[in-house]
């Protein structure tokens, strides 16, 4: 199919599912991206092959920088703000010749697991429940829809606990979150610097794959970028490992501490058929524990909260954010009104919390706790993976006989609520939608949350209402391929 063609059919999409308000208004450019595709139709490349992505239409969430373009996570405070420069992820995807779309809705500033939080409105599923608008996740919910619905060939979304993998598993598309430190963070507007990745939604895990690979690679601008040296390192322990996932059985955990009392039971029916499918495949599979696993959504709703209240200290009105009146007010006064009127209830919430666990009374019973749980759960990954953990210079004691290449677990404990559901939840149990994607997020590890089909006879789920549930592949540090060859497996199952 030609560039424009294709081009042609997102934009058509775009207007056809503009009431799911997946992206924010007038950022999507049509003219711009029409006259691009006809410039790559007319192209010739001599001498060399042309990326996969040439002539492809990208989204970007609206938390990564783009030049000259809005920029607004989707907060009143940074209403017409638009970025000097682009972000290290965008530089790469112009550079393998793709196209941008548009700038994708989301939670204010990455606050949020249904994409509801945002001032142009809340993200709709495309699905829905005897009529309801069904929740598309969060935060990078409007990518998901976007992908979802054909509006464009693949998005950008940014997973803190879960945010692109929750959007994944809601919408029926692949969700991948990378291991920390492969994709550059220049340019992405910060929520907790020590969890926030560059992810990637599409519809099928090989196009993930062919936009993780141009994204990925260090960034001397980014100080949390891993270095050449380390990605070296890291290819060699894979080298040397001595299997190859082609042809060969894997070893896939099953983590026990994920089988919730929460979980539903048609989730828990299509992960127990996927662990049965891969076992029929010649794979062994093994049951595994990560104790530490049901401390983590209590330590990262402690970290995150005061990594942001940080992060968010900026908006002040004076060096970024719009100021909230031409009065004259005395600093504090000036602060306290610009980021009063200027950030949302669950962003103002989110730095409370995190200002007060950073306070000198609750410093040591909470943030210095938090990160000492944060430990164990590495720890606790690093046990049952076969493979060294790259960054560790510890060596762990357990049985080979008794680790594992990847682990096997849902993305979501149910399926999608209503978003009318969600004005009658309270903020804990919003919160713990993202109990089994946050565990990753902590580690740092690579994930990726595959739409799984539904038996619908045997479930007795409306197909309106929800088409498929996400499983997890979760992998050791910088075992991002092997992920991705998982997910190919996963993928062919399902088609038989």
């Known amino acids: ?68 373009g809005p920029t607004t996570c989707g907060s009143k405070i940074l209403k017409g ?9 965008v530089n790469r995807l112009e550079d393998a010749g793709a196209i941008l779309t548009g700038k994708t809705n989301l939670d204010e500033f990455g606050m949020g697991s249904h994409s509801t939080h945002s001032i142009f409105g809340a993200v709709h599923n495309f699905r829905a429940e005897d009529g309801k608008p069904l929740s598309a996740g969060g935060s990078s919910g409007g990518s998901a829809v976007a992908v979802a619905t054909d509006q464009c060939w693949a998005a950008l979304g940014t997973d803190t606990g879960g945010s692109v993998r929750l959007p994944a598993t809601y919408t029926g598309v692949v969700g991948f979150k990378p291991s920390y430190g492969l994709v550059s963070r220049y340019g992405v507007i910060a929520y907790a610097n020590s969890l926030d990745t560059v992810g990637v939604l599409a519809s099928k895990s090989t196009i993930a794959k062919q936009v993780f690979d141009q994204i990925r ?10 270095s050449s040296g380390t990605l070296q390192r890291i290819d060699k322990l894979i080298t040397a490992r001595d299997y190859q996932a082609d042809g060969q059985s894997l070893r896939i955990g099953v983590p026990s501490e994920y089988n ?4 539903e039971p048609i989730v828990r029916a299509t992960w127990l058929k996927a662990i049965q499918s891969l076992e ?5 599979v093994l049951p595994v524990s990560l104790p530490a696993t049901k401390l983590a959504l209590s330590a990262y709703y402690v970290i995150a909260p ?47 919390l995190g200002a007060y666990s950073l306070s000198a009374s609750a410093l040591d019973n909470y943030f210095l706790q938090a990160q000492r749980v944060r430990r164990l759960v590495q720890q606790d990954f690093d046990h049952v993976f076969a493979l060294q953990n790259p960054l560790s210079s510890q060596h762990t004691q357990a049985s080979e006989a008794s680790r594992v290449d990847i682990l096997l677990t849902p993305t979501a404990p149910s399926l999608p609520p209503t978003l009318a559901s969600l004005a009658n939840r309270s903020s804990v149990d919003t919160y713990r939608d993202d109990v089994l ?26 197909p309106i209402a929800a088409g498929s549930i996400g499983l997890q592949i979760i992998a050791q540090y910088g075992d991002d391929d092997l992920v991705f ?11 038989h």
């Open 1 to 68: 199919m030609s560039s424009l063609r294709h081009v042609e059919q997102c934009i058509a999409n775009q207007q056809a599912f503009k009431a799911l308000n997946a992206f924010i208004p007038q950022t999507t450019g049509h003219g711009c991206a029409l006259e691009a595709a006809r410039r790559i139709d007319q192209a010739t490349i001599p001498n060399q092959k042309a990326s996969p992505l040439r002539g492809r239409l990208i989204a970007v969430k609206d938390n990564i920088c783009t030049l000259g």
């Open 81 to 89: 703000f638009r970025s000097p420069f682009n972000a290290h992820v």
């Open 217 to 226: 690679g260090p960034d001397n601008r980014d100080p949390t970028s891993i």
């Open 260 to 263: 919730i009392a929460e979980l």
């Open 280 to 284: 029929g495949k010649g794979h062994l």
């Open 306 to 352: 005061a990594e942001a209240s940080s992060n968010l200290a900026k908006y002040d009105g004076v060096r970024y954010g719009n100021p909230a009146s031409e009065n004259e007010f005395p600093g504090n006064v000036l602060y306290a009104t610009t980021r009063g009127e200027g950030l949302g209830d669950e962003v103002r919430k989110r730095i409370l």
């Open 437 to 462: 994607t946050v565990p990753a997020s902590l580690a740092g590890l690579p994930a990726m949350s595959v739409p799984i089909p539904i038996d619908f006879e045997k479930a007795g789920v409306d």
């Open 485 to 495: 060859r998982v997910a190919e497996v996963l993928e062919q199952i399902n088609q």
